[in-house]
């Protein structure tokens, strides 16, 4: 057993099945490990495609009385989990923290958006109304809206616990049971979510994680035939390969993938309150985030007064264990962090000039200084590439006409901030800008209730707001016939 912030963990961890806890039909096991510190926190199943078979069965052979439960009764159970998610955030911001090494400040965050996902979508439950369709008297015409079945959730190591919640609360109220694969580096937040909800009333077999490595266990649920829809948030090439995988059983798929997020500053705007909020798009959450504020467009006339205002606030923020409530924690991992590291060098061996930040503290655990490079060329790799970390790229432009064509000539299309006094411009270059998201004089503007997803390799479909419900829901048309005699109706009319 593992003694974390306020909170004791098992030493080993297996996976929920069809309302049981069992080991890998292997045996296999792999350990999480504290990225403040490099230290395994706990061992973990290491599900094969044996046990992911297991898991969709079971959400299977669930599904009929879930989908035949009152929506009403659907929207309670689903409203209890946000009340036990609630009732338990201390804890789960603890494991959070110290699975993923943020700040446990921003772990609360995490988990209070949680409980609001289980909160919003359980209103919704009794409300997942057709229509209609006037199509003539004689003949009566309206929809159902109706779950897909099996919805497999793969998520991602930055947000395990919050993105568990944004996927698995609009499933259940849909209809759907699931079936989660949380990401190898970041387990024991899901585990015990998928508990929360057996104690809040979700019947065995409707919310099933399994935990694991994406071979064999991600390849194995997102290409097996008893899925029915796939929800992924993470990489541009694992999104892609996800998509290939589903295609053998034409599943659907809904993808929130990467980012390379422009924020563009005018003359102006306010520098101090822009120099706040790019700050905190790039650096909270050690800048992974899919929408971190990647790039800076910044006027070339006040290029030097932003920066001097990036580069304070880089500099003052203090790095520590997500345990001690930082300004910023550790990256999540090993790997997460010899990439970033690579990039920082990549940046100075393109020519960019590194203004703050940089290094890594002589500590353990994987610490990366925040990071802002100028004289950076839209052309260079780090302009360009999802860097998934710290690291802030400042470019200059001449006018608004280049900074759209530069905001705009990137593979993604995530989000985009615009920080100007011209409200004529902002909505300008809001209906102009190819993002999903537009923030106007802040950053991380959506919400619980307001839709979000990309354009381009950014993703497919959309997460948040009553719009995710489309992807856990399809629809079937009715035709009543009350016509006399066998009518004259034909295909393609």
């Not at 930040?357 to 590439?385: K, S």
């Not at 497919?460 to 005699?485: C, F, M």
Request: proline letters at 6%; aromatic letters at 6%.
């Amino acid at each position: 057993m593992v003694t974390g912030p306020d909170i004791d963990i098992d030493a080993t961890h297996d996976l929920y099945v069809g309302g049981e806890w069992s080991p890998a039909a292997d045996g296999g096991r792999f350990e999480t490990e504290n990225p403040a510190t490099g230290e395994p926190i706990a061992e973990v199943a290491s599900a094969t495609a044996a046990d992911v078979d297991r898991a969709v069965a079971a959400a299977r052979d669930a599904f009929p009385a879930w989908r035949d439960t009152a929506p009403d009764e659907r929207g309670r159970i689903v409203h209890r989990i946000g009340r036990l998610v609630r009732e338990h955030a201390d804890e789960l911001a603890a494991i959070e923290s110290l699975d993923q090494g943020k700040p446990v400040s921003q772990a609360r965050s995490d988990v209070e958006g949680a409980a609001r996902y289980f909160e919003y979508y359980a209103g919704a439950a009794d409300k997942l109304e057709g229509r209609s369709v006037p199509v003539g008297p004689e003949q009566v015409d309206f929809t159902l809206r109706e779950p897909y079945g099996v919805s497999a959730q793969i998520t991602p190591w930055n947000f395990p616990g919050n993105l568990f919640a944004r996927g698995v609360a609009p499933a259940l109220v849909a209809g759907n049971t699931a079936v989660v694969k949380p990401a190898e580096q970041t387990p024991l937040s899901s585990l015990r979510l998928a508990e929360l909800c057996a104690e809040a009333g979700v019947p065995d077999g409707v919310v099933n994680v399994v935990t694991g490595f994406g071979d064999p266990a991600g390849a194995a649920l997102s290409g097996h035939a008893g899925v029915d829809t796939i929800t992924f948030t993470g990489s541009v090439r694992t999104g892609t390969e996800i998509m290939r995988q589903a295609a053998g059983n034409v599943t659907p798929v809904t993808l929130e993938l990467g980012g390379k997020n422009p924020a563009i500053v005018f003359p102006d705007a306010d520098l101090d309150a822009a120099a706040d909020w790019i700050a905190k798009g790039i650096f909270t959450n050690a800048g992974q985030v899919c929408s971190a504020a990647d790039r800076v467009l910044v006027h070339e006339s006040v290029r030097e007064d932003l920066l001097d205002r990036l580069v304070e606030r880089a500099e003052s923020y203090e790095l520590g264990p997500g345990r001690a409530d930082p300004d910023m924690g550790p990256l999540a991992s090993e790997a997460q962090f010899e990439k970033v590291r690579n990039y920082v060098d990549l940046g100075r061996e393109e020519g960019a000039t590194l203004a703050a930040g940089g290094g890594t503290p002589d500590r353990e655990g994987y610490f990366v200084e925040p990071t802002v490079f100028t004289d950076v060329e839209h052309d260079m790799r780090i302009a360009r590439e999802e860097i998934f970390g710290p690291v802030l790229s400042v470019i200059s432009v001449a006018d608004e006409a280049e900074a759209l064509q530069v905001a705009n000539d990137v593979e993604y299309g995530l989000v985009a901030g615009v920080f100007t006094s011209d409200v004529t411009r902002a909505h300008r270059l809001a209906g102009r800008l190819a993002a999903g998201n537009v923030y106007v004089n802040k950053w991380f503007g959506d919400t619980n209730q307001t839709p979000f997803g990309g354009y381009k390799q950014s993703g497919i479909g959309r997460e948040k707001g009553l719009e995710a419900l489309d992807s856990y829901l399809q629809t079937k048309n009715v035709a009543v016939n009350l016509a006399d005699g066998d009518g004259a109706d034909l295909p393609g009319a």
